[in-house]
């Protein structure tokens, strides 16, 4: 079967259409919950799911993230739990694609051989890894050659300049272009060169460029929509979950009404 | 360029907006070390302003009680009251030829934000220190210092509110800022190049002991020994030794003792794992996520370790042993009153295990202990200790 990322990815492309892909800390409110607000998702069009498997120290996450990840440590999650939760949500027929946002830790201290054939097992179709940049992925990479295993999303910064090509090079689903310095979540403050830089990016590969970090509304994205494929929204989609209760239709809303923008625009 | 690993651990896990940072770095600290203009001016500031060298003292009394002949470098003496410094202003330097106007650091016990403090003033640089909550309450008399110095000191209240938090909060503000700002680490820990840079920046210590234990015993020493939080005044007190055959102890924190699950002793209890871009040895749960260190000693309350550390703990090179925070006490009370040192609770868990070693020395035999710092800034947290026991 063809990697479910990949394929969303490439359909999307074919139809001109931007993607639009959520982050959620796994295990909130519960697992249970988080498995409805999963599927909330697929009904409303989301292309592809981050689920943020909570870390004791989330060091590329802003105060938003940090508070989720530490609310879900302290009820119990861990990476085993969200394994079986995406597990049994494969077996009730999902087909959205799901990203894991990790950090090294987190796989290294799972053993790498074991956590890519849990991904496998489980259906886990990508990987980011904040902490994992390009030189040190070589140890996990060797394990990740197999056809059936998760793609690693390489992520580019506003600073990456002339690394890009080394990124890019051998990349696959979908480049993450972070839109600013610093960590996630702290909304609208774009780098100033932004545009130039992911000009820059699109220019060096034939993969979707998505672009992530402090994106609220699609009209955030507007001034770049033509340099990219879709938008990623992290913290503020974590922040409205959390403020509503994790209401489901409040989820649903949200992911519809970005989605109609963004399309409005193009 | 030099490697970014020892052995298997180093290494820059790091997001990648610090990557070409990480870079920059590691070519300006080349340049500058090879440069004899910065060295001159580095050992200037070591000598007139640091109060370099310091002594290579016989401690006659300890030695006597302990049954085998002790010497303490002590880097108690320096300015800023330990061997921090030695680092900051080596790192501050580097800031400075490289441009930047601003520099951040984290801080455990407050001597590494003290220092950093120290060196932004003496140099002129804005600085912002990050504290964890639980420390800033531990080590009020060092917040109230940086201040003094022009420092801004930031509370994190995230995780346990201690050292490894603080670290986090630091690296996230480099990340966003990292374009004019230089980040100041404090202990031998970090991605590449900072363990390198910051036992290059500390070796003095070694240098001189090396220099100073000729020149009084005509011989090296048998052994070296030197507490180890994430490692700093060790790698600087073993770097010159390392090619000789001497026997190097770094003393970890038991805590409560390493039983009991509370205490920082990444290399007795911890697995190789990744934290504050490293990989290294590093107390983990089950699922891991990092356990929270325990130590008497904010100093040493760290749950992870220097690779370079890692590296020579598997290859034998060093022994690393631990001590809990009653033996260390009991130590710090005994250099109070046989020497007349106050020692930092982190010098004296090195204290503590030299002399459960000195048992194994005879008399004649020569031992260094990196006495790391004064312990001054302690005196409230001692109080505490015999009070409620």
Redesign the interface.
């Known amino acids: 079967m063809e990697n479910r990322i990949v394929a969303a990815m490439a359909a999307l492309g074919g139809k001109k259409e931007k993607a639009f892909i959520t982050y959620l800390t796994a295990g909130l409110p519960d697992l249970e919950g988080m498995k409805e607000l999963i599927l909330e998702q697929e009904a409303a069009g989301v292309t592809v799911l981050e689920l943020g498997i909570p870390f004791s120290d989330p060091a590329a996450d802003g105060p938003v993230i940090q508070a989720a990840s530490y609310q879900s440590i302290k009820q119990g999650t861990n990476v085993r739990s969200v394994f079986q939760a995406v597990k049994e949500l494969r077996k009730e027929g999902l087909g959205l694609p799901i990203l894991f946002m990790l950090y090294y830790n987190t796989v290294y201290h799972y053993g790498l051989s074991d956590f890519v054939t849990s991904c496998i097992d489980c259906g886990v179709d990508g990987l980011i890894i904040p902490d994992l940049p390009k030189e040190e992925q070589g140890e996990l990479s060797a394990y990740l050659e197999r056809a059936d295993a998760p793609v690693l999303i390489q992520l580019v910064s506003p600073v990456s300049k002339e690394r890009i090509p080394l990124i890019v090079e051998g990349a696959k689903g979908f480049i993450y272009c972070v839109s600013a310095m610093g960590v996630t979540g702290q909304g609208g403050s774009f780098h100033k060169e932004l545009r130039e830089y992911l000009s820059a990016v699109g220019s060096h590969t034939n993969l979707p460029v998505m672009m992530g970090f402090g994106i609220r509304t699609a009209k955030d994205v507007l001034p770049v929509a033509d340099l990219i494929d879709g938008a990623i929204v992290g913290s503020h989609f974590v922040n409205l979950l959390m403020e509503s209760g994790y209401d489901r239709k409040v989820a649903g809303e949200y992911c519809r009404e970005f989605k109609r923008e963004l399309h409005a625009v193009v | 360029m030099s490697e970014?690993y020892y052995g298997e651990y180093g290494?820059?896990?790091?997001?990648?907006?610090l990557?070409?940072?990480l870079q920059e770095l590691e070519v300006a600290f080349h340049a500058a070390i090879t440069d004899t203009d910065f060295l001159k001016e580095y050992h200037y500031y070591l000598k007139q302003y640091v109060g370099r060298p310091v002594p290579l003292y016989h401690a006659n009394r300890l030695s006597e009680a302990y049954g085998t002949k002790i010497y303490l470098k002590r880097e108690d003496l320096n300015h800023t009251g330990a061997h921090k410094i030695n680092n900051v202003i080596g790192q501050i330097l580097l800031a400075k030829r490289m441009g930047k106007k601003k520099v951040i650091a984290e801080t455990g016990a407050g001597q590494h934000g003290v220092a950093t403090a120290t060196g932004a003033a003496l140099f002129g640089m804005e600085c912002t220190v990050f504290m964890g909550a639980e420390d800033m309450k531990r080590q009020a008399l060092n917040v109230f210092r940086m201040e003094m110095l022009g420092a801004k000191v930031v509370q994190v209240t995230?995780?346990s509110n201690t050292l490894?938090?603080a670290t986090?909060e630091a690296?996230?503000?480099w990340?966003?800022?990292?374009?004019d700002t230089f980040y100041v680490i404090g202990s031998a820990v970090g991605p590449h190049p900072y363990p390198r840079m910051v036992k290059e920046f500390q070796r003095i210590i070694s240098v001189e002991a090396k220099q100073q234990i000729l020149e009084q015993e005509g011989r090296l020493p048998d052994v070296v020994m030197a507490c180890v939080g994430g490692g700093s005044n060790s790698i600087g007190m073993f770097a010159e030794f390392l090619e000789e055959r001497v026997r190097l102890i770094g003393v970890e924190a038991a805590g409560f003792g390493i039983d009991t699950g509370k205490h920082a002793s990444a290399m007795a209890l911890g697995k190789?794992?990744?934290?504050?871009?490293m990989?290294s040895y590093?107390l983990?749960d089950?699922?891991?996520?990092?356990a929270l260190a325990h130590s008497i000693s904010a100093g040493l309350d760290y749950p992870g370790v220097g690779p370079e550390h890692a590296y020579l703990k598997d290859s034998g090179r060093v022994t690393y042993a631990c001590v809990t925070d009653e033996e260390a006490m009991a130590a710090l009370t005994e250099l109070c009153r046989l020497e007349g040192i106050i020692p930092a609770i982190e010098s004296a868990h090195a204290l503590a295990y030299a002399k459960k070693y000195a048992k194994e020395m005879t008399a004649e035999q020569v031992m260094v202990v990196c006495l790391s710092g004064r312990g001054d800034k302690d005196v409230h947290t001692v109080a505490e200790y015999f009070r409620e026991k």
């Open positions: 970014p290494g820059q896990f790091v997001s990648e907006s990557m070409n940072i995230s995780g490894k938090d986090n690296l996230r503000t990340a966003k800022y990292a374009e190789p794992g990744i934290l504050h871009g990989k590093l983990q089950f699922d891991g996520n990092v």
